[in-house]
């Protein structure tokens, strides 16, 4: 049982920068691969970014690609989602994810993940 839990969502004006956070309760590095979803109101949640288990091998969503950033530190148990060049397309609520024994060719599904924390909710707007 892997617990999720996300912080640093906020109202940002475009082209502005975020930072979220997503503390989990155990270490995952060698054993969950971890994913950045998004949902807006109506919409099917989407794909942003997934880094592998045990390397720093990463994928992104064609949408975000150089802008958004995704990482871990280890030794806290943190995985982020660096978020730049914000534009309001980008507004939704933020899940972190986390799954083991993912392939290539499930990194963008939502239902290959095991675990979800509760989401935090990301605002572009003037």
């Known amino acids: 049982q892997v617990q999720l839990s996300e912080s640093g969502g906020g109202l940002v004006q475009p082209g502005g920068s975020l930072r979220l956070s997503c503390a989990t309760s155990t270490r995952t590095y060698s054993t969950y691969s971890m994913g950045w979803f998004r949902q807006s109101p109506g919409k099917e949640r989407e794909f942003v970014a997934h880094l592998r288990r045990g390397s720093s091998t990463t994928y992104y969503a064609d949408s975000v690609k150089g802008r958004f950033t995704i990482s871990r530190d280890n030794a806290k148990n943190m995985v982020y989602l660096q978020m730049n060049s914000l534009k309001p397309e980008d507004t939704a609520r933020y899940y972190c994810?986390?799954?083991?024994?993912?392939?290539?060719?499930?990194?963008?599904?939502?239902?290959?993940?095991?675990?979800w924390g509760q989401g935090t909710q990301v605002t572009v707007s003037l």
């Open positions: 994810a986390a799954g083991g024994g993912l392939i290539t060719s499930d990194v963008r599904k939502p239902g290959r993940y095991d675990y």
